[in-house]
């Protein structure tokens, strides 16, 4: 699907500016042109930080290779975004890790093939979600629970990478504790491997300032460079090695049924993590281009580079948004890009793989910091303080992640998200209406003082859906309100469901029965603004208590005047309906 300018998000102001509508169309040459130089620059990004993710997870430098030619060449062929890069991303290397490498007493061989049926289960998940339509899942996962997520998984990743660093043993995975040993076996690092890997991220940084040069290519050409003067083994330095690229196996991993069903519920996690990663990157830059983008396509171009690439024997795949947006800033135009750099990338592993070998391992570490550097900006939790909202979730997401590891702890920061949610609805709010001075409009008269309820009418909203944890405590206020004196007594009680799409079937077991209280005291009910579905619902399960004429898509006002023109109404009603003005607005409720 070609990207389109035409797009309403376009239209849109963003700090960051979006693309006019009106810009004029480059010509199809001069397009080309400046997707082939993209390709070229991210390139350069795009090689050194696949064989320093592959050590992130454990696995041999050919992994991070196959996957990154695997997600650049799937998803240009199959996805929607025109910038997003597909490749091995920091956060699927570090939960590939924790899921399977890291299992203690498993073999080599076991945990690569199990690392491989992971990454073929997730593939498989991808494209059943896209062919289902669930482009929306990510959704699942709370925005304030990502920022927390990846700033600590970004923590999580750069403190790991600092043994290699300073060429100390730790005897610990989880992150705290690797700190400690850290800071206990410090006196014993090596100072040739400190000083380069030093050395490496200030390049990194200084270079990273002028954003068009691909700084981890200079650094990783440089050091290749260096070791043709420098011994590294001389020094206790260690280099990535052998790079076997000639006994890539395509197939099927030989699994029980039971090690498919494993691989099949952590497929599920991981699945979550990179679609949540990925199309959060490719829908920034879809509104700030007014691109035209499809999630379910995207779920089916992922699931099948990630197929690829298990098959192949790989690593996990996503779209990460440093690297997107690096294809971004070097000017690509359309998915030729993610062509063209799978292009140079093929062509540098074939005439230079032997100098890839000799990469110093310190100076991967210190890419593998630089490319999680832009997630370690405290900067992102502002906005949470000041809008005193979701504070808990990105702490307890941040801390979860550094304490209980990278699966456990995102699993941890959504049941957290979810039950705050939970508690929320749980306890809700119940209004009393009021007509607010001679209009139509109904609000809460403990926010609109000049707002008088209807003599004889008890009015009231729940202001949250009514679901099974709820429907009892809202009713529960409702019969607290009807307890207290009513002057003049109440005749009738309305309830405005307008916040509840639908309803469960607790929901309308406790609605029956609420009807009939009310009809034991001699009151009507009326359940009004009720939406389609609800209405729906309510129509099914109407009886002797709870009756049709008790169920209303009506306005609150509609259903007022319904019921002072009815006969027996009390006179107050009458008038109160009477001074309604002809000419006020609408009815807002």
């Excluded at 049926?117 to 494209?127: D, R």
């Excluded at 896209?130 to 999580?156: E, K």
């Excluded at 709820?470 to 469901?497: C, D, F, W």
């Amino acid at each position: 699907m070609p990207p389109s300018n035409e797009h309403p998000a376009a239209a849109l102001q963003h700090p960051e500016g979006f693309a006019p509508l009106d810009a004029p169309p480059q010509p199809p040459q001069q397009r080309v042109v400046r997707d082939v130089i993209a390709g070229f620059s991210i390139a350069g990004l795009l090689l050194p930080e696949a064989v320093a993710y592959a050590g992130i997870a454990s696995l041999p430098p050919q992994a991070g290779l196959i996957a990154l030619l695997c997600g650049l060449v799937v998803y240009s062929l199959v996805g929607t975004s025109r910038f997003a890069i597909v490749s091995a991303t920091s956060s699927s290397a570090a939960v590939l890790f924790a899921t399977v490498l890291s299992e203690p007493g498993a073999s080599g061989a076991t945990a690569l093939t199990m690392a491989a049926a992971l990454i073929i289960a997730t593939g498989v998940l991808f494209i059943l979600a896209g062919a289902a339509r669930l482009g929306g899942m990510s959704d699942f996962i709370a925005r304030p629970v990502l920022r927390g997520f990846t700033f600590g998984l970004a923590l999580t990743i750069a403190v790991k990478q600092l043994p290699k660093i300073i060429d100390v043993t730790v005897h610990h995975s989880d992150t705290p504790r690797v700190a400690l040993d850290l800071i206990t076996s410090a006196a014993g690092a090596n100072p040739y491997s400190t000083a380069l890997g030093a050395i490496a991220l200030a390049l990194l940084f200084g270079l990273g300032r002028w954003g068009r040069i691909p700084a981890t290519l200079v650094v990783i050409v440089m050091a290749i460079a260096a070791g043709y003067w420098i011994d590294w083994h001389a020094h206790g330095i260690a280099v990535v090695g052998h790079i076997d690229l000639q006994n890539i196996s395509f197939g099927v991993p030989a699994l029980n049924r039971a090690q498919w069903m494993e691989s099949a519920e952590l497929g599920f996690a991981l699945m979550l993590i990179l679609y949540a990663e990925s199309y959060g990157s490719i829908r920034n830059f879809a509104l700030k281009h007014g691109d035209s983008i499809s999630a379910n396509r995207d779920l089916v171009a992922l699931g099948c580079a990630n197929l690829l690439s298990g098959l192949l024997h790989g690593m996990p795949v996503g779209a990460g948004y440093s690297a997107t947006s690096a294809n971004e800033a070097a000017g690509a135009q359309s998915r030729l890009a993610g062509l063209c750099a799978a292009a140079v990338v093929a062509l540098i592993v074939w005439l230079f793989l032997p100098q890839l070998a000799r990469i110093p391992e310190p100076v991967l570490a210190a890419i593998v910091i630089f490319a999680v550097s832009h997630s370690l900006h405290p900067a992102v939790f502002k906005p949470y303080w000041a809008w005193r909202r979701d504070r808990l979730v990105v702490i307890a997401a941040l801390l979860a992640v550094l304490v209980l590891g990278v699966l456990h702890g995102l699993l941890a920061a959504i049941g957290v998200s979810l039950l705050l949610t939970l508690r929320q609805l749980s306890e809700p709010n119940v209004s009393v209406l009021g007509r607010l001075r001679q209009s139509h409009d109904f609000v809460d008269v403990s926010l609109h003082p000049e707002a008088k309820p209807v003599p004889g009418v008890l009015i009231v909203r729940p202001e949250v859906p009514l679901f099974f944890a709820n429907t009892e405590r809202v009713l529960g206020k409702v019969r607290a309100m009807l307890q207290q004196p009513h002057e003049p007594a109440l005749r009738a009680i309305m309830l405005s469901l307008e916040e509840t799409p639908d309803v469960d079937g607790s929901a309308i077991e406790a609605l029956r029965i609420f009807a009939a209280e009310c009809a034991a005291r001699g009151l009507q009910l009326m359940l009004v603004r009720l939406k389609p579905r609800a209405l729906t619902g309510l129509e099914r399960a109407t009886d002797n208590t709870l009756r049709p004429e008790m169920l209303h898509e009506l306005s609150v006002d509609e259903c007022v005047q319904s019921l002072a023109a009815a006969p027996g109404t009390p006179a107050g009603a009458q008038v109160d309906n009477a001074t309604a003005s002809p000419s006020a607005p609408a009815p807002a409720d």
